[in-house]
Protein backbone atom coordinates (compact mmCIF):
# COMPACT_ATOMS: atom_id res chain seq x y z
CA UNK A 1 0.00 0.00 0.00
CA UNK A 2 1.28 3.48 -1.12
CA UNK A 3 0.56 6.81 0.90
CA UNK A 4 -0.08 9.48 -1.37
CA UNK A 5 1.67 12.28 -0.55
CA UNK A 6 0.80 15.91 -0.52
CA UNK A 7 2.30 18.07 -3.56
CA UNK A 8 2.41 21.09 -1.32
CA UNK A 9 3.97 19.35 1.64
CA UNK A 10 6.57 18.06 -1.09
CA UNK A 11 6.99 21.23 -2.33
CA UNK A 12 7.68 23.67 1.35
CA UNK A 13 10.03 20.39 2.13
CA UNK A 14 12.00 21.49 -1.16
CA UNK A 15 11.28 25.20 -0.24
CA UNK A 16 12.80 24.18 3.81
CA UNK A 17 16.01 22.58 1.85
CA UNK A 18 16.60 25.61 -0.56
CA UNK A 19 16.09 23.89 -3.87
CA UNK A 20 16.39 26.23 -6.51
CA UNK A 21 13.04 27.67 -7.90
CA UNK A 22 11.14 26.28 -5.02
CA UNK A 23 10.14 29.36 -3.05
CA UNK A 24 9.12 30.49 -6.53
CA UNK A 25 6.79 27.50 -7.08
CA UNK A 26 5.42 27.74 -3.69
CA UNK A 27 4.04 31.06 -3.88
CA UNK A 28 2.44 30.21 -7.23
CA UNK A 29 0.84 27.22 -5.87
CA UNK A 30 -0.29 29.15 -2.57
CA UNK A 31 -1.07 32.47 -4.20
CA UNK A 32 -4.85 31.64 -4.91
CA UNK A 33 -5.61 29.50 -2.00
CA UNK A 34 -4.11 32.16 -0.04
CA UNK A 35 -6.35 34.97 -1.34
CA UNK A 36 -9.27 33.06 -0.67
CA UNK A 37 -8.30 32.55 3.10
CA UNK A 38 -7.30 36.01 3.03
CA UNK A 39 -10.65 36.99 1.64
CA UNK A 40 -12.64 34.95 4.61
CA UNK A 41 -10.12 36.46 7.21
CA UNK A 42 -11.13 39.96 6.73
CA UNK A 43 -14.98 39.20 6.55
CA UNK A 44 -15.43 36.99 9.59
CA UNK A 45 -16.23 39.13 12.89
CA UNK A 46 -15.21 36.74 15.39
CA UNK A 47 -13.45 32.99 16.54
CA UNK A 48 -10.28 34.09 14.44
CA UNK A 49 -7.82 30.98 13.86
CA UNK A 50 -4.09 32.15 14.22
CA UNK A 51 -4.11 32.46 10.46
CA UNK A 52 -6.88 34.66 9.95
CA UNK A 53 -5.44 37.02 13.03
CA UNK A 54 -2.00 37.22 11.04
CA UNK A 55 -3.69 38.12 7.82
CA UNK A 56 -6.21 40.95 9.63
CA UNK A 57 -2.80 42.13 11.17
CA UNK A 58 -1.21 42.33 8.30
CA UNK A 59 -4.14 43.65 5.96
CA UNK A 60 -4.22 46.81 8.70
CA UNK A 61 -0.43 47.22 8.57
CA UNK A 62 -0.56 47.83 4.57
CA UNK A 63 -4.31 49.86 5.38
CA UNK A 64 -2.11 51.92 7.86
CA UNK A 65 0.82 52.63 5.09
CA UNK A 66 -1.23 53.10 2.04
CA UNK A 67 -3.96 55.32 3.93
CA UNK A 68 -6.61 53.53 3.25
CA UNK A 69 -6.14 53.78 -0.26
CA UNK A 70 -5.86 50.25 -1.47
CA UNK A 71 -9.11 48.60 -2.94
CA UNK A 72 -10.59 45.37 -1.08
CA UNK A 73 -8.65 43.11 -4.01
CA UNK A 74 -5.66 44.94 -4.30
CA UNK A 75 -5.58 44.95 -0.47
CA UNK A 76 -6.48 40.79 -0.05
CA UNK A 77 -4.11 40.30 -2.89
CA UNK A 78 -0.62 42.24 -0.92
CA UNK A 79 -2.09 40.71 1.90
CA UNK A 80 -2.17 37.02 0.67
CA UNK A 81 1.65 37.88 -1.12
CA UNK A 82 3.00 39.18 2.12
CA UNK A 83 1.72 35.73 4.06
CA UNK A 84 3.20 33.72 1.72
CA UNK A 85 6.19 35.67 2.17
CA UNK A 86 6.70 34.88 5.39
CA UNK A 87 5.66 31.29 5.37
CA UNK A 88 8.19 31.05 2.42
CA UNK A 89 11.17 32.84 5.18
CA UNK A 90 10.15 30.42 7.81
CA UNK A 91 10.20 27.13 5.50
CA UNK A 92 13.80 28.57 4.30
CA UNK A 93 14.43 29.46 7.71
CA UNK A 94 13.38 25.94 9.80
CA UNK A 95 15.73 24.10 7.22
CA UNK A 96 18.86 25.89 8.17
CA UNK A 97 20.91 25.34 11.21
CA UNK A 98 23.81 26.92 12.30
CA UNK A 99 26.72 25.27 14.48
CA UNK A 100 29.86 26.91 15.14
CA UNK A 101 32.80 25.13 14.68
CA UNK A 102 36.05 25.85 16.20
CA UNK A 103 39.15 25.00 14.21
CA UNK A 104 42.88 24.69 15.80
CA UNK A 105 45.33 26.90 14.03
CA UNK A 106 48.93 26.56 13.22
CA UNK A 107 50.03 28.33 16.30
CA UNK A 108 49.56 27.54 19.63
CA UNK A 109 46.64 28.36 21.51
CA UNK A 110 45.24 29.96 18.20
CA UNK A 111 41.78 29.08 17.51
CA UNK A 112 39.65 30.67 14.55
CA UNK A 113 35.78 30.02 14.83
CA UNK A 114 33.64 29.48 11.92
CA UNK A 115 29.78 29.13 11.19
CA UNK A 116 28.67 26.13 9.63
CA UNK A 117 25.35 26.56 7.97
CA UNK A 118 23.89 23.05 6.94
CA UNK A 119 20.70 22.09 5.27
CA UNK A 120 19.71 18.49 7.23
CA UNK A 121 18.69 18.98 10.15
CA UNK A 122 17.69 15.92 12.75
CA UNK A 123 15.61 13.19 11.25
CA UNK A 124 15.21 15.53 8.13
CA UNK A 125 17.36 14.98 4.89
CA UNK A 126 17.51 17.35 1.91
CA UNK A 127 18.23 15.81 -1.46
CA UNK A 128 17.14 16.33 -4.85
CA UNK A 129 18.60 16.15 -8.47
CA UNK A 130 21.60 17.90 -8.84
CA UNK A 131 22.07 19.69 -11.59
CA UNK A 132 25.14 18.33 -14.56
CA UNK A 133 25.90 15.46 -12.40
CA UNK A 134 27.93 17.68 -9.36
Known amino acids: MQLETNPL???????RCGQPGAAEDFRRQM???????????????????????????????????????????????????????????????????QDTVVCVGAGPGSRAHQTVVSSARSGHRCQWPSAAGH
Open 31 to 97: SLALEGMVRLALRKRSCLSPFEEQARAEADRLQDHGDGQLTRDELVRETASRVCQAMIGRLQASGRT
Open 9 to 15: QELAGRV
